[in-house]
T-cell receptor, first 111, second 112 residues
Framework: SQQGEEDPQALSIQEGENATMNCSYK?????LQWYRQNSGRGLVHLIL?????REKHSGRLRVTLDTSKKSSSLLITASRAADTASYFC???????????FGKGTKLSVKP | EAQVTQNPRYLITVTGKKLTVTCSQN?????MSWYRQDPGLGLRQIYY???????DKGDVPEGYKVSRKEKRNFPLILESPSPNQTSLYFC???????????FGNGTRLTVT
């Protein structure tokens, strides 16, 4: 059962630009998480935002959550070539709790 | 070092030959889960475990088995692998259900 859907599927930007990725989901959630995956490697947790939070920051990352629209965005500021990776949102539906992942956004940052 | 360890990293096998992918975590996490990742389909959950001796089906459990006899280990068993189980598999663990997941480095399985 697909819960989160990322948009766009792929994003290509120049180093120094900001990258914005969006995630939409279908049911009420307890929290939403963002993960990063370098090619073929295990996912790495970036940030968690709870359903009662609207915005959260961690270094160059800014995450927003709009529960009325059932959507979240991940903003990476001043991107670097090393940010090139796939980014996934994951939600735990309030009724079940299991983390369900979207299909991801593939970000390419060109030097 | 806190980690989730999966073995093997790569595995090529033939249809019908039983195999086990091991997963171990050293963080005393209660929750463990198996995912498979296929192009265009993202990560899909196979099985998960909330604690020792407690396992449950995810979205795509057919053809897989798991066990959780000890807190640290959560092996994935393919009793009779088929080519449609060719995939990249990830084990993950977290302190409890819904908390951030720690992932292993993956097992790339090819079934011919």
């Amino acid at each position: 059962s697909q819960q989160g859907e990322e948009d766009p599927q792929a994003l290509s930007i120049q180093e120094g630009e900001n990258a914005t990725m969006n995630c939409s989901y279908k049911t009420s959630i307890n929290n939403l998480q963002w993960y990063r995956q370098n090619s073929g490697r295990g996912l790495v947790h970036l940030i968690l935002i709870r359903s009662n939070e609207r915005e959260k920051h961690s270094g160059r990352l800014r995450v927003t959550l709009d529960t009325s629209k059932k959507s979240s965005s991940l903003l990476i500021t001043a991107s670097r070539a090393a940010d090139t990776a796939s980014y996934f949102c994951a939600t735990d539906a309030a009724s079940q709790g299991n983390l369900i992942f979207g299909k991801g956004t593939k970000l390419s940052v060109k030097p | 070092e806190a980690q989730v360890t999966q073995n093997p990293r790569y595995l090529i096998t033939v249809t019908g030959k039983k195999l086990t992918v091991t997963c171990s975590q050293n963080m005393n996490h209660e929750y463990m889960s198996w995912y498979r990742q296929d192009p265009g389909l993202g990560l899909r959950q196979i099985y998960y475990s909330m604690n020792v001796e407690v396992t449950d089906k995810g979205d795509v459990p057919e053809g897989y088995k798991v066990s959780r006899k000890e807190k640290r280990n959560f092996p994935l068993i393919l009793e009779s692998p088929s080519p449609n189980q060719t995939s990249l598999y990830f084990c993950a663990s977290s302190l409890f259900l819904g908390s951030p997941l720690h992932f292993g480095n993956g097992t790339r399985l090819t079934v011919t």
